[in-house]
Structure formats: structure tokens, C-alpha cells
């Protein structure tokens, strides 16, 4: 055998052997790709699916918070008409200021002057009204939101 028919046998070998081995892994690639098609295909529809549930918690969400905030505004408003009327009730029975001694010569003082006293305890009560008002709000509030969260949970 020459020289010339050792490298052409050993280069045909070679050459077999780069083609065995490049067939295996162009087998390798589509088998690998083939599997990669396949789990591209399961992630995208495990996204629409998560997707999907999004959006439906989302509306059921929405339309939770249009009820909770329907409710908080029928209690809140009903609560008002409430207060005002015992409001009115309490400010028609008079003033917090006792009334003056029938025998006394200066009805208008009683170790007071009568009108201070008045504007004091008045600006006292209405301060109090506006902090009970807040603490009514915010107790309405919290009421409604932790309706609202209980029944997100569900």
C-alpha cells in the first residue's frame, strides 16, 4: 500500500467517522429541540391558564370592592342621618349650660359668665362630634374592607 492510499484510507475514515459522529448529534439536536418545542408549548399554556385566572380573580376583585365601597357609603350615610338626628334631639332639649338660679339677683352670671361658658362648651362638644364622626368613618371603613378581604379569600 503507498503512502498516497494510507492518507486517502485514513482520511476516509476520518471522514466516516466525522459524518457517524455529526449524524449523532444532528440526532441529539432534534431530539433536544423536539423536547424544547414541547416544553415551550406546556410554559405558554401554563401562562394563558395563570393568565386567565388573573384576570378572573381581578373582576371578582372589582366587583368586590364596587360592592364594599357601595356598602360603605350606604352605612356611612345612614349613620350620619343618625347622629344628626340625635343631634337635633339633644341641641332642641338645650344647652349644656344649666340653666340660672330663679332666685338669684344676676341670672346672666353664676361664678361664670354664661355666654363663655356657652361658646366653650359648644366649641368642647363639636370637637368631640368631628372626632366621633372621623372614628365612626374610619370603624365603618375597617369594617368593610375586612368584609371585603374575607371574602377575597374564599
Not at 457517524?20 to 416544553?39: K, L, N, P, S
Not at 365601597?69 to 332642641?92: F, I, M, P, Q, S
Amino acid at each position: 500500500m503507498t503512502p498516497f492510499m494510507q492518507l486517502s484510507a485514513g482520511l476516509g475514515i476520518a471522514l466516516a467517522l466525522a459524518l457517524a459522529w455529526g449524524g449523532w448529534e444532528h440526532g441529539r439536536y432534534v431530539e433536544e429541540r423536539d423536547t424544547f418545542t414541547q416544553f415551550r408549548g406546556g410554559v405558554e399554556a401554563l401562562g394563558r391558564a395563570a393568565a386567565e385566572r388573573a384576570a378572573a380573580q381581578e373582576k371578582m376583585n372589582q366587583l368586590r370592592k364596587e360592592k364594599a365601597d357601595a356598602t360603605h357609603g350606604k352605612v356611612v350615610t345612614d349613620l350620619r342621618v343618625t347622629v344628626k338626628r340625635l343631634r337635633d334631639e339633644a341641641d332642641a332639649r338645650g344647652s349644656g349650660v344649666p340653666a340660672a338660679p330663679a332666685d338669684s339677683s344676676r341670672t346672666d352670671l353664676a361664678c361664670f359668665d354664661r355666654a363663655e361658658l356657652g361658646a366653650a362648651f359648644g366649641g368642647l362638644v363639636g370637637g368631640f362630634r368631628k372626632l366621633v364622626d372621623e372614628g365612626d368613618a374610619s370603624a365603618i371603613g375597617l369594617d368593610v374592607a375586612k368584609e371585603w378581604a374575607q371574602g377575597a379569600r374564599r
